[in-house]
């Protein structure tokens, strides 16, 4: 990627700015958009106590406790399933509400020099099942024989899910005017939109949508208990995604700007689900929040992945949910809400969201409202304020930190919602674009991933070296925006089944980017056979992914074969290179990235990074010799470079979600490009604050960090 200044950040981020900081600063719209990018934020969760079911909620210590954490945001929920305002909106209030608490949350902020950020549910399930309130079945979502359609959301009780073409679309539009216009927030915050939570993908049958079909299809909403024509499931999916959800978004976000014009983020948790339509909406918004991940890489990945949109980024640090529940009989009764029950674990989140240059938000206030000490007495509350102290401290060197990746990994957002080849596994795909990164940071190479449907040939055009692991789906513009990419002198690695269909999973009768790959395939189908090995001249084998795309080579090279220990077989090419203009593609006829994630092979690790390695070698910025759990992550700016260290070596083993506790790693061997031209002036660590013994060898400073618990930085500040 070239660099990209902070400025053309925000201007991506559609932020219109005064000429100088001075100037900036002095305005308090310039203020909050400065702020936003390194918020720490104090999430007051709204679907468990102190809120829900029963409201126990006070304000002076919610205050406190935000104050105490040294968080400078702070998240007032407006609504959850009730209202917590006196609001007009036609929003059901819940039952206790006395007086007017966000009012009064605000004023204290206001006094604590807290910036606030409304927290608008838009058409999140709400209307509880065993509610009297009339208007709900109206509002809700319904199959075809006229049944309301139910979620479970946090165990409570059952919701009815509500429908945006509905009058529910008015309440919630209302609800959010209210919010804006009748208090001072500086941020405001949806989650949604939603059609539905645990129905997402039933289609809506009620009178609203079937009258809305009708009026711009001319026939009925098609029924899922009959077979869906592909064609008709492209235009509902299409129409529900874009004419109803995201065009609510957009009307919701006009009417902000039109009428006081706060920054606007929203909830993309479900980024990379399957046919989630608030994964298109990110060109709408200025911002948005990942919730937690489960685990650090995937965390580091997905900040990159929205840092790639131009937006600003936040994530949570903590969770509500991500703790091993499997002996409960209903998983979504979950665990504790108020009580707090992490530890370490939010020392390395926080690590990773400050290593990946983002806004934090901890979850949440419920965890110490009810506790009989101050957050402090805890360990929980303790390791959040490090993070937010770590953070405040460091965030000038930060802020001016940018990624320096060398490749860009495409992410198929196209494949998640629409490929359904027979052997594809869809909770199996990440694997392949995780592998992918993973494969490049363990051979010392930054990625950055990005989302098919934003590519462009500026944006391939920022990567020395594009890796497309097992991206089925892929339209003809993105075919030729590849080919262009290759022919100016790009690198492609592509696997597996890339470019077999098209955007909406449609099978080609060849790759899409056949001439590119020098190869065809013999089935668009791939088999699985056990015990299968590439055979490369020169090299030991290596095992090869079970499952692999038989092909035959046309004008490619062919760099290895599969062998069929069991058969006795050669089962005919496995990769082959070809030279295409003045650059360059690699075809790997298998997933071998989804391999490497799940078995973390060393000579997989060794042999693939021998193939682009040759590709990146002359522009990698750092070398980190493997060390099982620890993550490197590169970040510089002019003249200061940041080699973070974050190091996931505890005891989470085969229980996902289990609490975690770490172990140090001694002596860490680093070796860090100095740019040409430029001299160290010195050289230190981050997190211990003190100067670190280096050399400099032909180019390249060595360095060894002691000891690394959780996350450590290599810092170098260049003259
Ligand atoms: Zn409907």
Redesign the pocket.
């Known amino acids: 990627m070239t660099e990209i200044s902070r400025r053309e950040l925000l201007k991506q981020a559609g932020f219109v700015l005064a000429s100088s900081a001075v100037a900036r600063a002095q305005t308090p719209a310039g203020q909050t958009r400065d702020w936003i990018y390194g918020a720490r934020t104090l999430i007051a969760e709204a679907y468990n106590p102190p809120f829900y079911p029963s409201l126990d909620y006070e304000p002076e210590k919610a205050v406190r406790i935000a104050g105490s954490l040294n968080a400078d945001g702070f998240r007032y929920p407006a609504a959850s399933y009730y209202a917590y305002f006196p609001t007009k909106s036609g929003y059901p209030i819940h039952p206790e509400l006395k007086g007017d608490p966000m009012r009064r949350t605000l004023e204290l902020c206001r006094e604590a020099g807290i910036k606030t950020v409304a927290y608008v549910p838009l058409n999140h399930p709400f209307m509880e099942v065993t509610s009297s309130d009339a208007r709900f079945a109206g509002w809700s979502?319904k199959f075809g024989d006229g049944t309301p359609m139910t979620t479970a959301h946090y165990g409570f009780v059952r919701y009815y899910e509500g429908?945006l073409?509905?009058p529910v679309r008015e309440v919630v539009r209302k609800l959010v005017r209210e919010v804006l216009v009748e208090y001072p927030f500086d941020v405001m915050y949806f989650d949604g939109p939603y059609q539905g939570m645990q129905n997402a993908r039933s289609y809506?049958h009620?009178e609203?949508?079937e009258t809305a079909y009708e009026k711009r299809f001319g026939k009925p909403v098609p029924s899922q208990e009959e077979k869906v024509s592909h064609a008709d499931e492209i235009q509902y999916t299409n129409w529900m995604a874009n004419d109803v959800v995201i065009a609510f978004l957009r009307e919701i976000r006009q009417m902000i700007r039109a009428t006081r014009d706060v920054p606007v983020l929203y909830n993309d948790t479900s980024l990379l689900s399957k046919r989630e339509w608030r994964n298109r909406a990110i060109p709408v918004v200025d911002g948005f929040m990942f919730e937690a991940a489960e685990t650090p890489e995937e965390k580091l990945f997905n900040m990159q992945l929205g840092q790639s949109t131009g937006k600003v980024i936040w994530t949570y640090v903590g969770t509500h949910t991500q703790y091993n529940r499997e002996h409960l009989k209903e998983e979504r009764v979950r665990g504790w809400f108020s009580y707090p029950v992490e530890s370490e674990e939010l020392l390395l989140d926080g690590a990773t969201a400050m290593a990946a240059g983002v806004g934090m938000v901890y979850w949440g206030l419920p965890r110490f409202f009810y506790q009989p000490r101050d957050p402090l007495a805890y360990d929980s509350g303790r390791y959040v304020k490090e993070v937010f102290d770590f953070q405040q401290k460091q965030w000038p060197l930060l802020r001016t930190l940018k990624p320096q990746p060398q490749a860009g990994i495409i992410v198929g957002d196209q494949t998640i919602d629409w490929y359904a080849g027979k052997t594809f596994v869809a909770k199996g795909y990440e694997n392949a674009y995780h592998g992918a990164y993973q494969f490049l940071k363990a051979n010392s190479y930054e990625a950055m991933p990005f989302l098919d449907w934003q590519m462009t040939p500026e944006l391939l055009g920022r990567f020395p070296m594009i890796y497309a692991p097992n991206l089925a789906c892929l339209s003809n513009a993105q075919c030729e925006m590849l080919r262009n990419y290759v022919s100016k002198g790009g690198r492609l690695l592509a696997t597996h089944l890339t470019s077999v269909a098209d955007e909406y999973g449609r099978v080609r009768k060849s790759f899409g980017l056949a001439d590119l790959f020098g190869a065809e395939y013999l089935e668009p189908e791939p088999v699985e056979i056990p015990d299968l090995y590439l055979k490369a001249d020169g090299a030991d084998e290596i095992p090869q992914d079970p499952q692999i795309m038989r092909i035959r080579a046309t004008t490619g090279e062919v760099l290895a074969r599969t062998l069929d220990r069991g058969h006795r077989r050669d089962l005919g090419p496995a990769i082959v290179r070809q030279r295409v203009g003045s650059g360059e593609v690699v075809y790997i006829g298998s997933s071998l990235e989804s391999v490497y994630e799940e078995t973390r092979m060393k000579p997989l690790r060794e042999w693939l990074g021998s193939l682009f390695s040759p590709w990146l070698a002359s522009r990698q910025s750092y070398q980190v010799p493997f060390v099982p759990g620890v993550i490197p992550h590169f970040v510089a700016s002019r003249d200061t470079l940041v080699l973070h260290l974050l190091a996931d070596t505890g005891n989470k083993n085969k229980h996902l979600r289990a609490r975690e506790e770490y172990v140090a790693v001694a002596d860490v061997r680093a070796r860090i490009r100095i740019p040409e031209s430029r001299k160290v002036k010195s050289v230190s660590l981050l997190r211990a604050g003190q100067t670190l013994a280096s050399e400099i060898r032909q180019g390249w400073l060595e360095v060894t960090v002691p000891r690394v618990y959780i996350h450590e930085a290599v810092r170098v500040d260049l003259v």
Request: hydrophobic share 0%; charged share 10%.
């Open positions: 979502k429908c073409n509905s809506c009620c609203h949508c």
